[in-house]
C-alpha cells in the first residue's frame, strides 16, 4: 500500500479537475426592414447582402434642427427595396421631371 501516511483514493473516487470555458456572446440588434412596394424583407435597411456589399435605397424629406445643446430631425421617407427602386420609383419621379444621375465613390 503506498500513501504511507497520507490520503489514498481508489480510482473511482480520484480527484478530477474540470476546465471551464467561457464563451462571450456579443449581441447584437437586428432591424426588419420591409419594402413597401413588394413586401421583400432586408436586415437594416442592407439589400442583397454578401460577404463586403449590400445595397441600400434611401429618398427621404429632413427637416433638421442643431443647436447648442442639442438637436434631431423629422420628415418623410419610406422602405424601398432596390428592384422596387429601379421599377418602379426612379420611373415615377423621372416622369414627374425629376433627372436622376449614376453616383459613384471609392473609399
Ligand atoms: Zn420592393
Redesign the pocket.
Given at each position: 500500500m503506498s500513501g504511507r501516511g497520507g490520503w489514498c483514493y481508489p480510482p473511482s473516487m480520484a480527484i478530477k479537475t474540470h476546465t471551464t470555458k467561457k464563451t462571450v456572446v456579443q449581441e447584437s440588434t437586428h432591424t426588419l426592414v420591409v419594402?413597401?412596394?413588394?413586401?421583400?424583407e432586408s436586415d437594416d435597411g442592407r439589400w442583397n447582402p454578401q460577404n463586403f456589399e449590400h445595397d441600400s435605397v434611401k429618398l427621404s424629406l429632413r427637416h433638421k434642427t442643431y443647436y447648442p445643446e442639442g438637436g434631431g430631425f423629422r420628415g418623410i421617407t419610406f422602405d424601398?427595396?432596390?428592384?422596387?427602386?429601379r421599377e418602379?420609383v426612379q420611373p415615377a419621379i423621372e416622369a414627374l421631371g425629376f433627372k436622376t444621375r449614376e453616383i459613384d465613390s471609392d473609399y
Open positions: 419594402c413597401d412596394g413588394c413586401g421583400a424601398c427595396c432596390p428592384k422596387c427602386f418602379k
